[in-house]
């Protein structure tokens, strides 16, 4: 790969009184951003454990021969909190992140990602018509094949074979959730990060720092000891 994502963004975690490195920051943020146009974001189909063997072939072609292909603006939303979403999306081109706020806290958390040739939607929230606990936002600009939910269910009802089919994949996302939760416990942050690495060298080409240490659950201060102590030892 042209750059090394973990180099590259190692040095945009300078701590902000060194306000003489804001230029250097300024340029690896802005060669960052031109990289997520060069790399394949298909690359990034190991970080949604869930696709990997789920049969999705039926609802993409759903999305695509039935759905509209809309373009979203980086940092535009695909849907908000408390909207009762009827739609999904079949991302195309481009990222979305899931957001949810602590309202105590006054903060937010990136729940997940969804990359190119993934599905983006809440999924609960649009299967029981009810109100969505989370945001979805375009992290890099997208074009998304959209189709009303009520498209794929009715090809999901017409036999036994795709109810069977749709179920499996249903297990198949309460399975790897199951495992993401367990991991909060029963790893350690730096065995987390250095797992999502190993298995998604790219992620840091996409993601801020900010974005993927919200996904992790710690904060960018950890996030900067760990990858120091992975990249120099101590």
Do not use: W
């Not at 603006?73 to 602590?102: L, M, P, Q, T, W």
């Not at 109100?131 to 794929?152: D, G, H, K, L």
């Not at 999901?156 to 109810?163: A, G, H, M, R, S």
């Amino acid at each position: 790969m042209p750059f090394s994502s973990i180099d590259l963004t190692f040095l945009q975690i300078t701590s902000h009184k060194d306000n003489h490195l804001y230029s250097d920051r300024k340029i690896i943020r802005i060669v960052s951003l031109i990289s997520i146009f060069l790399l394949p974001l298909s690359s990034m189909e190991e970080f949604n454990k869930y696709l990997k063997g789920a049969d999705l072939n039926l609802v993409k072609e759903v999305c695509i021969n039935r759905g509209k292909l809309i373009q979203f603006s980086r940092n535009e939303y695909f849907s908000r909190a408390g909207d009762v979403i009827a739609d999904v999306g079949y991302i195309k081109r481009g990222a979305f992140r899931y957001v949810c706020v602590n309202p105590s806290e006054e903060k937010e958390y990136s729940t997940g990602f969804a990359f190119e040739k993934e599905f983006v939607t809440d999924y609960p929230a649009c299967i029981y018509q009810v109100p969505s606990e989370i945001s979805i936002q375009a992290i890099t600009p997208c074009e998304v094949y959209v189709c009303n939910i009520q498209e794929i269910l009715q090809i999901f009802n017409e036999n036994i074979d795709t109810q069977t089919q749709a179920r499996n994949n249903a297990e198949r996302i309460l399975f790897c959730v199951y495992q993401n939760y367990i991991d909060l416990y029963r790893k350690t942050p730096e065995e987390r990060y250095k797992e999502i690495i190993d298995r998604c060298p790219e992620i840091l080409q996409i993601l801020t720092l900010k974005e993927l240490s919200s996904y992790l659950k710690i904060t960018p201060v950890t996030m900067s000891k760990i990858r120091r102590k992975i990249t120099f030892g101590h």
